[in-house]
């Protein structure tokens, strides 16, 4: 993995759901990175899409990807398939949330 993804995950694993406590890679949000010289696109998704934390979390994003884009744009493509599921959650994740 190249050091602009990595920066790019470690970015997004700073965006917290406030409902789980948990970051949005770890909860399987994330559904996929572009990146380009003049570019970062993150596809991600929501729990429900009348998720209530919704506007929240789009605006981490937005904020946390724009703090590491430099010249480049950040995009973000809210997606709804294929829907989120709890198995989504990573291991880390899941036993995170059974404490």
């Known amino acids: 993995m190249d050091n602009d993804k990595i920066a790019v995950l470690i970015a997004l694993r700073g965006v917290i759901d406030p409902e789980t406590g948990l970051d949005i ?3 399987g949000l994330v559904y996929g990175l572009r990146l ?3 570019e970062i696109t993150a596809s991600f998704t929501l729990t429900t899409p009348g998720c209530p934390m919704g506007e929240t979390i789009s605006r981490m994003t937005q904020e946390s990807l724009e ?3 430099g010249k480049r744009r950040v995009r ?3 997606v709804w398939e294929p829907p989120w599921d709890p198995q989504m959650i990573s291991a880390e994740g899941r036993k995170a949330l059974r404490r």
């Open 25 to 27: 890679v770890t909860m």
């Open 36 to 38: 380009s010289p003049e």
């Open 67 to 69: 703090g590491i884009a």
């Open 76 to 78: 973000l493509e809210l």
